[in-house]
C-alpha cells in the first residue's frame, strides 16, 4: 500500500516543497504545493558508521545492548548504524563482532538497518589511544582472518605505521571492508604510502575522525590529516559536536573532500543520558556539559547524536542540502550502499522528519515509521 509524505523535500540538489510516495522504496518525488513546507523537512535516513553507544548501552555488551543503542540513534534519525568496537583484549572484541552478526542476522524489528561492524581497535597505535584502553596489537594474518570469518566488519580502523599493516590492508580490502585510518602516529609520508596501499588492493580509503587522535597540520609536517583531504580517494569521518572538530576545521574538510566527508557521532553509552559519570571500555568517565572526558582530561567519545550534528552543521552556515549529505549520503557512498542516502525513486524508503527547528518528528526505516 502507497504512502505519502509531504513537506519541504531534501533532494540532492535543492529543496523542494512537495510529497514522496512510498512502500518500502521511494516510488515517486513530485515537486509542488503543499501546506507545511516551512515547519516540515523530509530528509533521507541519517548513516551513523562510528557508533559506540547510547541510552547506557555499549557495543560490547552483546545482542542486547546493541538493540538498545541502536534504537535510541534511530529515534535521533539514524537509519542504517555501523555498531562500533573499542580496544579491549581480543576476546571481548571477537564476541562483540559475533553479537552484532546475530543482530544483523536476526535483523532488529522496530530498529535501524545493522548494516555490519566498525572494528575500531584493537588494530591501532599505542602511542595515540585517544580514550581507547591500552589493548592495541598489531595485525598480524591470524587476527584479521578471524575479524574477517565474521563476515560483519565492514570498516576497519587500522594504523598504517603498525607491523603488519600492509598484508592486512590487503586482506581487508580484498574483502570489501572499508580500511578507516585513525588512532595513528603515521607522518603525512607514511598516509600517503597507505592511502596507495589501499587504492592497489582494490580498498576504499577512509579516515576515522579526522583531525582527532592523529597528528595536526603544521607548515613543515603536514601530517596524516592533510594526506587524507588531499587524496582524491579517501573519505573521512568527523565527530561535529564542536568540540572534537572546530567549526573551522570542520569548514577546512568539508571545503577540500565535499561529498567525501561524512558525519559520525563516535557517541558512548552516556548519549541521552545528561551531565554525569560513565563508562568507556571499561574506564571511568566524567560527563559534564556535554563533553565526556577520561579522568586526565581526554575527550572520552561524545554524547552527540546525528541531529544534532546536522543542527550544528547549519550553524556552522552549511546548506541544508549540504549538511542532509553529511550524515547521510556522504555514508552511504563511502560504504557502497547505492540503495539508500538520498530521496530518489527507486531507494528504500529511509526518511527522518524533522520540524522547523530541526528536531526529529518522525523516523521510517523501509517505509515502516518507527518513530
Ligand atoms: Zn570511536
Not at 23 to 36: N, Q, S
Amino acid at each position: 500500500m502507497a504512502m505519502i509524505l509531504d513537506g519541504t523535500l531534501v533532494l540532492p540538489d535543492r529543496l523542494a516543497p512537495g510529497r514522496v510516495t512510498f512502500d518500502d522504496t521511494i516510488r515517486a518525488i513530485e515537486p509542488g504545493p503543499v501546506a507545511h513546507e516551512a515547519t516540515r523537512y523530509i530528509l533521507p535516513g541519517f548513516i551513523d558508521t562510528h557508533v559506540h553507544g547510547g541510552d547506557g548501552a555499549d557495543t560490547m555488551e552483546g545482542v542486547a545492548a546493541i538493540g538498545r543503542l541502536a534504537r535510541f540513534h534511530m529515534a535521533h534519525g539514524t537509519t542504517t548504524i555501523l555498531p562500533t568496537t573499542i580496544t579491549r583484549p581480543w576476546p571481548d572484541v571477537m564476541d562483540a563482532l559475533r553479537a552484532v552478526a546475530e543482530v544483523r542476522h536476526a535483523g532488529l524489528s522496530g530498529g535501524p538497518a545493522i548494516h555490519g561492524a566498525h572494528l575500531e581497535g584493537p588494530f591501532v597505535s599505542p602511542h595515540r589511544l585517544g580514550a581507547q584502553p591500552p589493548f592495541a596489537i598489531a595485525p598480524d594474518p591470524d587476527h584479521v582472518a578471524q575479524a574477517l570469518a565474521t563476515g560483519v566488519v565492514r570498516v576497519v580502523t587500522l594504523a598504517p605505521e603498525l607491523e603488519h599493516a600492509e598484508t592486512a590492508i590487503a586482506a581487508f580490502a580484498a574483502a570489501g571492508v572499508r580500511v578507516s585510518i585513525g588512532h595513528t602516529v603515521a607522518s603525512f609520508e607514511q598516509a600517503e604510502q597507505a592511502i596507495c596501499r589501499i587504492c592497489a588492493a582494490g580498498g576504499t580509503v577512509g579516515a576515522t575522525h579526522l583531525f582527532n587522535a592523529m597528528g595536526g597540520i603544521e607548515g613543515r609536517r603536514p601530517g596524516p590529516a592533510t594526506a587524507l583531504m588531499c587524496s582524491d580517494a579517501g573519505h573521512a569521518e568527523l565527530i561535529f559536536d564542536t568540540h572534537h572538530v572546530h567549526p573551522a576545521s570542520f569548514r577546512l574538510a568539508h571545503r577540500l573532500m565535499g561529498e567525501r566527508l561524512l558525519f559520525v557521532t563516535d557517541a558512548m553509552r552516556g548519549a541521552g543520558l545528561g551531565d554525569g559519570p560513565s563508562q568507556l571500555g571499561g574506564q571511568e568517565v566524567m560527563i559534564s556539559d556535554g563533553i565526556a572526558r577520561l579522568p586526565d582530561g581526554t575527550l572520552a567519545g561524545s554524547v552527540l547524536t546525528l541531529d544534532a550534528a546536522l543542527r550544528n552543521a547549519l550553524a556552522a552556515g552549511t546548506s541544508l542540502v549540504d549538511a542532509a549529505k553529511l550524515v547521510s549520503h556522504n555514508a552511504a557512498r563511502y560504504l557502497g550502499l547505492t540503495d539508500r542516502g538520498a530521496l530518489v525513486p527507486g531507494m528504500r524508503a529511509d526518511f527522518v522528519v524533522m520540524d522547523g527547528d530541526f528536531t526529529v518528528r518522525e523516523v521510517w526505516v523501509a517505509g515502516q515509521r518507527h518513530t
